[in-house]
Antibody, heavy 115, light 112 residues
Framework: QVQLVESGGGVVQPGGSLRLSCAAS????????MNWVRQAPGKGLEWVAF????????RYADSVRGRLTISRDNSKDTLYLQMNNLRAEDTAVYYC????????WGQGTLVTVSS | DIVMTQTPLSLSVTPGQPASISCKSS???????????LYWYVQKSGQSPQLLIY???SRFSGVPDRFSGSGSGTDFTLKISRVEAEDVGVYYC?????????FGQGTKLEIK
C-alpha cells in the first residue's frame, strides 16, 4: 500500500540546519508531485512547499522561502526538505504528502528549534 | 494569498444527528481548467491528517457515504448526515487552486 515515512527531525538551535527525508513506497513516486506540510504544537496545518514529479517547479510558503529547500531523488523514491537558518517559529511536526489531492500523508517528524 | 475561513470553529453533535461545516475562500477557487481544487481533511487525535473529499464533492476511497461535500466559487460545505463517535476530530478545508496552498483554521468536532 502507499506509504510515506519521514525522518530526520530533532532539536536544533536557532540559526541551525536540518535535513528531513521522506521515503515513499507502494506507488510510482516519479509520477506525482509532492508537498511538505507542517503543524506547530497545538496549531493548525500550514502548507510549506511543493515540487513537481520531475523535480522542477518548486513552490514555497512566504514564511520559509529562501531558508527551506524542497528536493527529490526519484532514483531513491525519496523527498527531502533542507532546512537552513532555522527559527523558533519553525518548530512543528513536518509531514510529507503526495499529489494528487494530498491523498496520503506520512506520520510526521518533529522539528524543535530551541536554544 | 487566499484566505480560507471555516465556521464554526467547534461543533458538538449528538450521535445520529447531522453536522455541517462551512468554508469560504477570499477568491474563487475555479481553476482555468474548469476544476475547483477544494479539499476536506480530518485529523483525529494523535494521527496524521487524512483526505475525506477532493475537488469539492468527490469522496476519497474508503470514506463513508455519510460524508458529502458541496459548493462552488468561494462557498463550500462539508456535511455529515449522521455523526458517529468515530467522527471526532479536527476538520480542515484546503484550497489547491493557487500557490501557496491554504488551509482553513480547522473545526473541532466533538460528540455530546
Amino acid at each position: 500500500q502507499v506509504q510515506l515515512v519521514e525522518s530526520g527531525g530533532g532539536v536544533v538551535q536557532p540559526g541551525g540546519s536540518l535535513r528531513l527525508s521522506c521515503a515513499a513506497s507502494g506507488f510510482n513516486f516519479d509520477t506525482w508531485g509532492m508537498n511538505w506540510v507542517r503543524q506547530a504544537p497545538g496549531k493548525g496545518l500550514e502548507w510549506v512547499a511543493f515540487i513537481r514529479s520531475n523535480g522542477t517547479n518548486e513552490r514555497y510558503a512566504d514564511s520559509v522561502r529562501g531558508r527551506l529547500t524542497i528536493s527529490r531523488d526519484n532514483s531513491k523514491d525519496t523527498l527531502y526538505l533542507q532546512m537552513n537558518n532555522l527559527r523558533a517559529e519553525d518548530t512543528a511536526v513536518y509531514y510529507c504528502t503526495k499529489e494528487p489531492h494530498l491523498d496520503c500523508w506520512g506520520q510526521g517528524t518533529l522539528v524543535t528549534v530551541s536554544s | 494569498d487566499i484566505v480560507m475561513t471555516q465556521t464554526p470553529l467547534s461543533l458538538s453533535v449528538t450521535p445520529g444527528q447531522p453536522a455541517s461545516i462551512s468554508c469560504k475562500s477570499s477568491l474563487s477557487l475555479l481553476h482555468p481548467n474548469g476544476n475547483t481544487f477544494l479539499y476536506w481533511y480530518v485529523q483525529k487525535s494523535g494521527q496524521s491528517p487524512q483526505l475525506l473529499i477532493y475537488e469539492v464533492s468527490s469522496r476519497f476511497s474508503g470514506v463513508p457515504d455519510r460524508f458529502s461535500g458541496s459548493g462552488s466559487g468561494t462557498d463550500f460545505t462539508l456535511k455529515i448526515s449522521r455523526v458517529e463517535a468515530e467522527d471526532v476530530g479536527v476538520y480542515y478545508c484546503m484550497e489547491g487552486t493557487y500557490f501557496p496552498y491554504t488551509f482553513g483554521q480547522g473545526t473541532k468536532l466533538e460528540i455530546k
